[in-house]
């Protein structure tokens, strides 16, 4: 009790603040204060000045610029009114400056006008840009492309309840191998560059589209019961219900292509067989 008494005592304990005249030494101005309060002071300017500023914030435009102040959309619509405007006026502002500039050039001779002539000579110009007369490249690429064309129908018969006379799908290198046990119900070749897809028999195109994995699917019904399935990286050139003959392209492989890997597969009456029966390949 002593201790809290005492403590009490000092914070109430009285100073004298004074003011004196230096030549007479005359008090002229004091004040008496303690610590208590000088503190109770602060705490009430504090609280003055708090409520001054939340007053300000609520009762002024400046409650707009609080984050997620919700009440005050037709400020915030404003705002973007104006941004709005602003920019349409600054657009407006630069194509008339630019139009000035122009005129201006044209006024002071930097510019020639333009003439029928020298229209006529760009739009000839543009012609032989644009002239899609085949060029020496190309040239070039048909007559490679049709020399192997000539080795890649490979064909072979086979003598089964119908005889068979089958093209060679595509010429490549085998990477895997027809093999049921595994779910590989056909195979897979990597073909050359600049090389085709072709048809293993006339046939009719029964479906064409993109497949569950990511590839192009090409599906041809042949005569007796016998169904060819091609599966690439890109899309085929035939469509649905397109009638095909026996060695006719169904897809190219650019030199630019990234990918040339082909799975074929043959079925028959429903059910999948080996490839390799009817065909031949590198």
């Avoid at 333009?114 to 032989?128: F, G, L, P, Y």
């Amino acid at each position: 009790m002593k201790k809290k008494s005492s403590f009490y005592n000092k914070i109430r304990f009285k100073y004298k603040l004074s003011i004196l005249n230096e030549n007479t030494l005359e008090d002229v101005w004091h004040i008496r204060l303690s610590v208590l309060n000088v503190f109770l002071s602060v705490f009430f300017i504090a609280v003055l000045y708090f409520f001054l500023i939340a007053l300000l914030i609520i009762y002024t435009p400046l409650r707009g610029f609080l984050p997620g102040y919700t009440e005050n959309a037709k400020l915030r619509k404003q705002i973007l009114v104006d941004a709005v405007r602003i920019d349409s006026m600054y657009e407006a502002v630069t194509t008339n400056t630019t139009y000035l500039e122009m005129l201006r050039r044209v006024m002071a001779n930097e510019v020639s006008v333009d003439s029928t002539s020298t229209i006529k000579s760009i739009t000839e110009k543009e012609r032989e840009r644009l002239n899609l007369d085949p060029s020496e490249k190309e040239f070039s690429f048909r007559s490679e492309y049709e020399e192997a064309e000539k080795s890649n129908n490979v064909v072979r018969t086979q003598q089964t309840s119908t005889e068979f006379l089958m093209c060679t799908p595509v010429v490549g290198l085998v990477t895997s191998k027809f093999d049921p046990s595994v779910g590989r119900n056909g195979m897979t070749i990597v073909a050359e560059r600049k090389s085709s897809v072709h048809s293993i028999l006339d046939g009719v195109v029964v479906f064409s589209g993109y497949g569950p994995k990511g590839d192009y699917v090409l599906q041809v019904q042949h005569a007796d019961a016998m169904l060819s399935i091609y599966r690439i990286k890109q899309p085929f050139l035939k469509k649905v219900g397109e009638n095909i003959h026996a060695g006719e392209i169904l897809a190219t492989f650019l030199e630019n292509s990234s990918e040339f890997e082909v799975s074929f597969e043959i079925w028959k009456s429903g059910k999948p067989i080996n490839p390799a029966t009817y065909l031949s390949f590198k």
